[in-house]
Every structure is written in C-alpha cells, then in structure tokens.
DNA sequence: TAGTGTCTTTGGATCGATCTAATGCTGAGA
DNA sequence: TCTCAGCATTAGATCGATCCAAAGACACTA
C-alpha cells in the first residue's frame, strides 16, 4: 500500500524533485513538467511520474521555486495597531477572507506591522528589497496616503481596499459603495413612513464619511425631503455622538441614518436619555454591522460591507495587474446590505419590545 | 553623494551579494561574512564592504537564503471565521502582536486560512511540506485540539496561545490566566461592599469557562461567601444570557461577574428590563475587555487581557523552542487587569448616571 | 631563513527547483 | 535508404546566498 499523501514522512519532507525522478526513472526536469505542464508528458509517463510523487509525499520547495521564478506567491499586509476602533472590529473578517482567496489562488498573506500613526513606508520598503513577496493588499487608506504613488511609481502590483479619496486614482481597488448604502437606508425609512430622517456623520472631509453622507443626501432629494437642519457631525466616540445627535432630535427628526454603529449608538444613548425607544419612537440605521449591531438591545439596523467580497475581489484584482503590469485600472465598487433588525425595523412588523 | 538604502533603486533591486562584493574588491563570502558575522573582517574591510552595501542599497534575497540555511524565518498562523463571535473582538490586535514582535525579531507572520468547524491539520502539513515556514502559532485551542500532538510527533516548534484543556499538557504555551481575572473582580466588588455576587458562565467543560468560574469560586470561599445559588449558565447568545442571569438576580445578587462581555451584556438586558442600572442598582463585571465595554452605557468595568504581551510571549517561547527544540517546555501564565468602568466603579466614587 | 601559528580572505560546492537548448526517438515523405 | 518534421525527454546552467575547507598574509619565534 502507498503511502497516501497526508503522512509523507514523520520528520518534515526532504523529498526532492531529483530523489522523485530517481525513483520513477526519469530526469528531474520530467518530473517538473509532470507537475507545471503535464501536457508535455506522455500520458504513461505522466501516471508514472505522478504514482511516484504521491508515494514518496513529495512538494516542491517554495524557497526553491520562489528563487528561480522570482515570484515568492506571497501578498504583502500591513496591519495597523486598532486604528481608532472604528473600522477595527471587521478587520479580521476582511482578513479571513483575503487569506481565503488568496489561498485559493496559490497565495498566502504576509503580515507585517505597520507603526502606529498613519502607515510609513519602511516595511513596504523592507519587503521589496529582500524579494518577499508579489504585492501588497492596503487598507485603511487614507487622505493624502502616500503608499499608492509610492509603489506605482516603482511598478509593485498592489491593490487597495479603498478608493483614493484625494487627488486622482491610482491603481486598483475595490471599495464599497457608502453612498448606496445609506441610500438604501434612507429607502427603507422612507417605505417605513418616515419623512424627517436625519443623518449623523463625521466631520466633512473624510472620504468615507462624505461618501455616506453622499447617499442620505441624494435620496432625500430624490423623494423630495428636505435635508437643511437635519444633519449633524461628530468625531469622537459614542459620548461626542450623542451630543451631537441632539439638536436633530429636538428638530423633531423621526430617524436617524449614522454613519457608523458607533455613531448609531450614540443615537441609542440620546434616546434614552429621553426614554424614547430605537426603533419604537425614533428609527435608528448604523453602518458597518460591528458585532455590536446583533448584541445592542433594541437590535440595531445596519448597512452591512460584504467583506468576503472585498477580500476575493481585492485578491482577484492584484492576481490580475500582477498578470499584465500595463492593463487599464480596473475598480470595483461593491454593494453593501441592509441589515433589518429592531431599531428600523421591517414594514408592517410590529413594534419591537423595549 | 551616495544612494541612501531609503531608494536602492527605481525597480526593486536586482543587487546581488556578488555585485557588491564585485564593487567592493572583495569575494562573495566577504559580503556575507559581513553581514553575517562581521566581527570575522578586518575593520578596514568591513567599512569598505558595508560602504558599497549602502551604496548599492543591497538586501540579502530571503528566498536564496531560506533555501540555503533551510529556515525561512515564517511563522505560520492559521486565521478562522470569526469562531462564534465571543474570542473574535480581539484577535487582531493579537495579529497585531505578534506581528510586531515576529518583525523584532527577524522573523514575519504568515497568514493561512483554517476551513470553519474545528481546525483541520491540512492547511499545517501543506506548509510544512513546502518548508514554507519555520514554526506555528496556535490560537483558539479547544478541547480534543489534534494539532498540538501532530506537530510534536513531527518535531515541529509551535506554541499556543492557550493551555491544553484535556490531558496532558504538549509543548509550549502562553496563556492568560481567567482565574486571576474574576478573582481580581471579586476582590474589587467585595471592597465596594458587596457579598451576594454571582457568577455568569458558559456550561461546564469549556477549559476557558471553568478556569474562570474557578476564580469567582476561589475568591468567594476566601472571603467566607456562599457560592450555592449564585452561579447560572448560558450557552448562547446575548439574549440566552438575559434569560440565565434572572434567577441569580431573583435569589438577590447585589453583583455579577460574567464570563465575557457577551455575558455581561445579557446581563444589562435582564437588569434594563426590571427597571436596574447596571453599577447602580447591581454591579457588573465582563470580562475580555472587548469594543463594546467601553461603549456601553453605563460604561463596563471588565477583565482585559495582555494580548501584546501575550504576542511577545508567544514569540519569544517559539523562538526558543526552535533555537533548543530539546529543551523543556515552558508555561507562561499572564496576568489580566481588572479595567474599572461605571458598571462597577472604583470605591468611594459617585454613582454614575444611567 | 625556515617554521609555526593566528587572523583574513577566498574558491568551489551546495540548497532544490526551473530555464534554455539540445538530444533521442518515431514515422512520413522523397 | 535517407532526410526532416514533430514529439517526448534530458543535460547543464542558473537563481543568490551560505557552507566547508583550504589558501594567503602576516608576525613572531627558533
């Protein structure tokens, strides 16, 4: 009986390409081909050299490869400290997910710390020089981050997950559509019967916090609402939200779209203060769907980033400028979700307990 | 004036050891030995040597080196789907832990990713036949985990985070030990005056959940408190938790101390609903310090564990087995901090506002 | 001057795969 | 019978660093 492929030798695998060609009585190259392009093998030889791979467990050494191929099928990350606990909390679905596809692919991710405070460019630098790996994958891109230029201008594939937000495009992305997003809560609000829905966001210049505030704004007008007075701003944590979400509820608003579930939660705090209930008095509609969203009590409606999409497209686009360096740019913007739970809950349903 | 390493050149940098040891009038093994072991070279030669590698903004290739000192200075980690919600708030900053003191070191994390239910030894054995990395960490470890004795048998360094929960103890771990934690948290609401303080837990057979209820019960028989009747269980989610905590607060708990925040927020739901502030009416400690502790309202006092140095620890212990693989295992025990919030606050301070 | 030892430096082989170019083999056509 | 495609296979060089053992430089003694 050969020994089957998932116990080749109790001590790691010193099998070589050269040791597999002894045995099957062919040249190493033939066992090379046997693996890369089979085609070129005599169909007798092919089983042949194969019988023999999967008898002795053999794998190709990817020090080996990577050093004669010069492609080390690895994607550079770098991860940032807990960059203000706001996008933190779906990071490590997005992670999952690129590991997943690029897995699929052949890859593997590569992990690397970026210092805290807007990341710099020495790990990138570090990787490059020392040949470790094929691309990189950025997120958290900010304004003015210099990352994407930096590694145009020296012809490093890389994909961000994130649109540029100042000047103009660089290179690949995949992004989700805030705007759609918060769009669609606006709908779902408006189907409810709502007509003064405010919006809660960060303070104008963010890209991200524009591009939602973006989607309220457009579908308010859309269906013809006024949005004067009916927006506020906040930077900080759940305490500054719920400062800031007061004067929209004393203008009478009857739900709230924030810009993220802290935001949202904000909300929540402002209204108990008043013992009015998310969802029963006043609709509330976060972003992100943070673990929190499910836990929060009412639970919290919210506009959820289909991450595991992100994570394939972002893979699927970097394997593709690593193809062909000269192709056009390719970005993808990806629908987000609404998710219907208590605060903002579906038409006609009954109103959620407190 | 010379390149300075911060821009080696336009295209990465096809500088190799023999360019340098070319421009530098010396042979190759010059240049490595002056990497290497410098204290081999002739000062004078060394300065001219490290001269010409700065010039040349010279970086040794890692795949040429993995593939001659058979190490390639990787740290496999296998990444899964967000098991459960309960561990996943703080697993990247854990990534980032260990991304950051593997960087210290020389070595780097790389990333794979763990199929759902359970992890399967596949994704381990394929990097190991591959010699695509030099070492494991392991995280979530569960009863029953296969993975520590498989990658013993086969002589490969690995370390856990997390103790082993059933037989006997294999290989290295760093651990936090949950036992402190809700001891701590015991003493802290004994000192605010409590005595009827219960325990919310998973059901019994989850190492991490007896480890902790164990700390609970510790503390109780050291203070001459019952403990009968003050302990329940609860499974599943926030709303399973609401449901288990109620008879504890029917039997007339002053305070609770929950096995996770999950928990603790289970707990906020029961205590809402007759009309109870938590840290006002009844005390509430969580435990993980996860996002959600702080925002909550009132504010959660919870049991936060060390996950940098949880990070280092893990590195620093596989290291050293992988630099003496004979050496005896070690143990590391860390120890969590009691984070003092509303929902339990310090003594003396005033009652926080619902 | 030759001999011995230390201290630096070097040549050549090596890790394990893949590249290029060349080989042996077969059968079709002249 | 001989040539010449066309296919299957192979030999040998190569990627870029590090290992080992041996050679050169140098001072210092006999």
């Not at 897995?103 to 630098?125: I, V």
């Not at 802290?262 to 108990?272: E, I, K, P, V």
């Not at 006043?282 to 289909?306: E, H, K, M």
């Not at 192709?327 to 993808?332: F, H, L, Y």
């Amino acid at each position: 009986m050969p020994r089957s492929t998932s116990s080749p030798s109790p001590k790691g695998s010193p099998v070589t390409l050269a040791m597999v060609a002894r045995r099957a009585g062919v040249s190493p190259q033939t066992v090379s081909n046997a693996i890369n392009s089979p085609e070129l093998l005599r169909p007798e030889t092919l089983e042949r050299v194969r019988g023999a791979i999967d008898e002795m467990g053999y794998r190709p050494s990817r020090a080996a490869q990577t050093l004669r191929t010069r492609s080390s099928k690895l994607i550079g990350y770098g991860i940032q400290p807990t960059p203000g606990g706001d996008t933190a909390p779906v990071m490590d679905r997005f992670l999952h997910a690129l590991s997943q596809a690029a897995d699929e692919a052949g890859y593997r991710m590569l992990l690397f710390a970026c210092p805290p405070g807007g990341p710099s460019l020495e790990g990138y630098e570090e990787l490059l020089g020392r040949h470790e790996v094929d691309g990189f994958v950025l997120s958290n891109t900010a304004r003015q981050d210099p990352r994407q230029a930096w590694l145009a201008k020296r012809g490093v594939p890389f994909v961000g997950f994130g649109r540029m937000w100042s000047g103009r495009q660089i290179g690949d992305w995949a992004d989700v559509d805030g705007a759609s997003g918060t769009d669609a809560a606006v709908e779902h609000l408006v189907a409810l019967g709502h007509r003064r829905i405010a919006f809660l966001g960060w303070p104008r210049g963010s890209g991200v916090g524009d591009d939602r505030a973006g989607g309220w704004q457009r579908a308010m007008r859309r269906h013809g609402l006024p949005t004067r007075g009916r927006r506020a701003e906040s930077a900080g944590d759940v305490e500054a939200a719920r400062i800031a979400v007061k004067p929209l509820l004393d203008a009478g608003a009857t739900a709230v779209v924030a810009a993220s579930d802290m935001l949202a939660l904000g909300c929540y705090h402002a209204l108990r203060e008043r013992n009015a209930v998310p969802g029963r008095d006043v609709a509330v509609v976060g972003f992100d769907d943070s673990p929190i969203a499910g836990i929060l009590s009412p639970s919290l409606s919210t506009v959820a980033q289909p991450l595991e999409a992100v994570g394939r497209e972002c893979v699927r686009l970097l394997l593709a400028r690593m193809a062909d360096p000269a192709a056009p740019p390719e970005r993808v913007l990806l629908e987000p979700s609404l998710v219907i739970r208590d605060s903002a809950p579906a038409p006609g349903s009954d109103t959620p307990a407190p």
